[in-house]
């Protein structure tokens, strides 16, 4: 079975940005099948506000990775939306003229709903990108001004219907957040983060269609053969699952 | 051959979880290679009483072999001791469960010295239930939080002669654990990073950890290919998988 991970972070906190660490990692992870990985970066190394400067630097170890393994390795662009437009506007660019990069990555800097949005989103729609919304439900942790909730990231993707969104952490978003993203054509949701609750896999495909469910694994928060199990061991088709694991992404990004 | 420390009967409030039967619940662990499984009632979690709960488990595994019933009790409750004596009449059990976080106790109450030495007697083992879900996630009006550490700690300084498992612990947490106390053992169900069993093993022996999914509140094939697709020694696997278990638990 082949399988491409749309949802990883190779290097945390600086940790496993050696060469012959990432080849580790490519060959450990071909060993289980996944074929392809898209690298979010480095996120989080200077804390949820990071400057221009800072956010290049993060855009650049991303990139490298991607030019040690190409066949491998697809990167997204991370951003500070918050650090205006005209910055925003400048790394889209680069990213996507220098690298090839394939959409871009929000974390945690703002809510989904601010309105430092909208040139992100123009951005996306002027290079093709997709855009992946980190979202966790924030009924338990409060934190709603720097974390969207799936009802904020489906509100992001209503607003902008010509752009696809992937909805990050199936897990943390819930039961939830699947019925926020009911509906919503140009919305995907990631099956990464958290343990492998029961019966997620199975609800979102109901609800969204197998077609709007990507293999995410949060690695290296989270383990590949436990990710991948809870796809194989859901109560779904083959087909299904093949579609989660690899057609879906591979479509979305154009990925061979 | 598997056997899974942490499996679970009976519905569960906040998620819409398959519940099984006896049989059905065989079945399913079987479809992950799991021959052997240690199960409780879920229901025992939220009543005031745990024993109507216990009693459906005693009933629920009384013609499957494969499932070994372990009754969840409650020390707090002046009456333990009877129902001690009913879950050993029930079946031959091999150890009782508590959840000392969702009982509303403290590890440090006296009616544990009392409790522990009815099990001791009766050659029973404990196991401490940690946590079974992640805090974030909780149904949003079950404020609960795991045993703190310090707590278990605490209570195995105080019965250094038992060596208890411990189910539901995060990785950090056992690795926390580990270097100071060596009377207990561990679940891997709610351990997760990348290679994880290389890592855990870096902090405890491999002696000391068991297979435990959380069935059927995580998934059981994601949970024992944890284990079975890891790349630690076959040897290791066998101990972590089955060998620990059987010789902990005297299956």
């Given amino acids: ?256 | 051959m598997l056997i899974d420390t942490n499996a679970n009967l009976g519905p569960w409030p906040f998620s819409p979880l398959p519940d099984y039967t006896g049989p059905q619940l065989a079945t399913h662990l079987a479809a992950s290679g799991i021959r052997r499984a240690l199960v409780s009632h879920l229901g025992a979690v939220f009543l005031p009483d745990p024993m109507p709960a216990n009693r459906r488990l005693f009933a629920a595994v009384k013609r499957t072999p494969a499932l070994l019933p372990v009754p969840i009790l409650n020390p707090a409750l002046r009456t333990w001791p009877e129902q001690l004596a009913e879950c050993r009449a029930a079946a031959p059990i091999r150890a009782v469960k508590i959840l000392p976080n969702y009982h509303n106790y403290t590890l440090k109450t006296r009616a544990l010295d009392e409790f522990m030495a009815a099990l001791a007697a009766a050659k029973l083992k404990l196991i401490l239930n940690v946590r079974l879900e992640d805090e974030r996630h909780k149904y949003f009006a079950l404020r609960m939080k795991g045993v703190p550490m310090t707590a278990i700690g605490g209570f195995l300084r105080r019965f250094p002669d038992h060596h208890v498992l411990l189910t539901g612990i995060y990785k950090p947490e056992l690795e926390k654990l580990a270097p100071d106390h060596t009377n207990f053992s561990a679940d891997i169900a709610f351990c997760e990073w990348i290679n994880t069993l290389e890592l855990l093993l870096k902090k405890i022996p491999a002696n000391r950890l068991m297979l435990g999914t959380c069935t059927p509140l995580l998934s059981t094939r994601a949970e024992t290919d944890k284990l079975v697709r890891s790349r630690v020694p076959a040897r290791t696997k066998k101990l972590i998988g089955s060998v620990n278990a059987r010789r902990f638990f005297k299956i």
């Fill in chain 1, 1 to 256: 079975m082949r399988i491409i991970d749309v949802h990883t972070h190779p290097i945390f906190f600086r940790s496993g940005s050696k060469r012959a660490e990432v080849a580790k990692l490519v060959a450990r992870s071909r060993a289980l099948g996944i074929v392809g990985m898209v690298s979010l970066g480095d996120v989080l190394l200077h804390g949820i506000h990071p400057t221009p400067t800072q956010v290049s630097e993060m855009n650049d170890t991303n990139a490298r990775l991607q030019s040690w393994h190409p066949d491998f390795f697809s990167s997204f662009c991370f951003l500070n939306p918050v650090v205006g437009e005209r910055a925003v506007m400048k790394e889209v660019e680069r990213c996507v003229t220098k690298y090839g990069f394939k959409g871009i990555k929000l974390e945690i800097s703002n809510n989904a709903r601010d309105a430092c949005m909208k040139p992100v989103m123009e951005a996306a729609r002027r290079f093709g990108l997709v855009v992946l919304q980190h979202s966790w439900s924030m009924v338990n942790l409060k934190l709603r001004r720097l974390h969207s909730d799936p009802a904020d990231t489906a509100g992001l993707a209503r607003r902008h219907p010509d752009v696809k969104i992937i909805m990050a952490h199936l897990t943390g978003c819930g039961f939830r957040g699947v019925l926020e993203a009911k509906g919503c054509d140009n919305l995907y949701i990631d099956t990464s983060g958290g343990y492998p609750e029961e019966g997620l896999i199975e609800y979102a495909a109901e609800h969204l269609g197998a077609d709007h469910v990507l293999y995410g694994s949060d690695l290296p928060i989270r383990e590949n053969t436990v990710t991948i199990g809870r796809i194989l061991g859901a109560r779904l088709s083959a087909a299904d699952k093949q579609k989660m694991l690899y057609g879906n992404t591979a479509r979305l990004l154009n990925l061979k």
